[in-house]
């Protein structure tokens, strides 16, 4: 099991940036495909981005291409999110899973097992 905390949101313009980070307690961060969702008001919860347990293998939505950048750092049992020329349209609620799912690209909210409460992201035009 693990549990994970998120946090780096807050408000910011249009064409700014962020970096979101996802804590993770235990010794088995490792062994966990991570994963960033968000969910804006009224909209289901959606895919970000993802990343292997290594870190060699990421994924992104569409939306996120050429904008946002996962990354990793095992040894302190953390993710990142890198946000840079962000837009209205992606204010939400980003939220960190965690999956043992492996094998391909990991996207779907119901394949991960685990949930930080979330980190507000408002971005103002």
């Known amino acids: 099991q693990v549990e994970v905390v998120e946090s780096g949101g807050g408000v910011v313009q249009t064409g700014g940036s962020l970096r979101l980070s996802c804590a993770a307690s235990?010794?088995?961060?490792?062994?966990?495909?991570m994963g960033w969702f968000r969910q804006a008001p009224g909209k289901e919860r959606e895919f970000v981005a993802s990343?292997?347990?290594?870190?060699?293998?990421?994924y992104y939505a569409d939306s996120a291409k050429g904008r946002f950048t996962v990354s990793r750092d095992n040894a302190k049992n953390t993710v990142y999110l890198q946000m840079n020329s962000l837009k209205p349209e992606d204010t939400a609620v980003y939220y960190c899973?965690?999956?043992?799912?492996?094998?391909?690209?990991?996207?779907?909210?119901?394949?991960?097992?685990?949930w930080g409460q979330g980190t507000q992201v408002t971005v103002s035009s």
């Open positions: 899973g965690a999956t043992r799912i492996v094998g391909y690209d990991v996207r779907e909210v119901y394949e991960y097992a685990y």
């Open positions: 235990g010794r088995t961060f490792s062994s966990y495909v």
């Open positions: 990343i292997s347990r290594s870190g060699g293998n990421t």
